[in-house]
């Protein structure tokens, strides 16, 4: 048995430095980012919502943290499923501008898209004094490099999300309520670009929001989140983000076919 954990010790260091991976795993520095994000919720009928959300993404560069550039600018659509209160289903496509952040090479590129396919599933839990929403989201991904000509990579993204939101001065969310949301967030990735990787990200946020009437939200919050380098699964990238938030759902059926607002 000693023998076999000897060997076994050192034939995993020795396979180490074969292929270039550190014998230990390691965390890269805290990068900042900032990101500004819009979220609709369009009715269009009495089970149709239609999804539109706009993000733009920056992060630091050499003195200036937070917004030193811009890092993406990102556009999600879908079709969102009403079933009830407590389940929604949505499906439908993305498109990311990835913009390099790093210093730009001979036959290197500043801008390359990035495609998604994507669809959710939203469990609302209705408690007397909050609500508890788990989400599952599944990313059909289509990325490449900043070389130019390079060929896309497909990857699956797979994405739970637990998270609340609290109530703190009203016994429940309304017009004119303050609340926090604490949330946390896994996302796996596969794929066979993925070998030893599997771990995109762990999101820690949380966020304190004012519902300003039933179809306008604002809310702020400060995430947390580290993740392992698709080259490298040994390496952790940790990021340090500030998240600001709107959210509207106007609706565009007529008068007298309206429901009460969905939370």
Not at 192 to 211: A, C, K, Q
Request: hydrophobic share 40%; net charge positive.
């Amino acid at each position: 048995m000693l023998i076999f954990c000897c060997s076994f010790f050192i034939s995993s260091k020795v396979s180490a430095q074969q292929t270039g991976m550190p014998e230990r795993s390691k965390f890269k520095n805290a990068t900042t980012r900032l990101w500004l994000n819009t979220y609709g919720n369009i009715r269009i009928s009495d089970k149709l919502f239609w999804i539109a959300q706009t993000h733009f993404r920056f992060q630091e560069k050499d003195q200036t943290r937070f917004a030193g550039q811009v890092g993406q600018i990102y556009n999600r659509h879908a079709i969102s499923y009403f079933y009830s209160k407590k389940f929604t289903a949505s499906l439908g496509g993305v498109f990311r501008l990835n913009v390099n952040t790093d210093d730009i090479l001979e036959g290197e590129q500043t801008t390359v898209p990035e495609w998604r396919i994507w669809h959710q599933y939203l469990f609302a839990v209705p408690f007397p004094r909050l609500m508890v929403y788990h989400r599952i989201r599944i990313e059909h991904r289509w990325t490449r490099g900043f070389q130019k000509n390079s060929s896309f990579i497909f990857r699956n993204r797979w994405r739970y999300m637990l998270n609340m939101k609290i109530p703190l001065n009203k016994n429940k969310l309304a017009p004119g309520a303050f609340y926090v949301a604490p949330e946390a967030e896994l996302i796996m990735q596969s794929g066979r670009s993925v070998v030893n990787s599997p771990m995109e990200d762990l999101r820690l946020h949380t966020s304190f929001g004012y519902i300003l009437k039933p179809q306008v939200t604002f809310a702020t919050g400060l995430m947390y989140s580290f993740g392992q380098q698709l080259s490298n699964g040994a390496i952790f990238n940790q990021k340090w983000t500030l998240r600001f938030h709107v959210y509207f759902s106007p609706d565009f059926r007529k008068l007298e076919n309206r429901l009460p607002a969905v939370k």
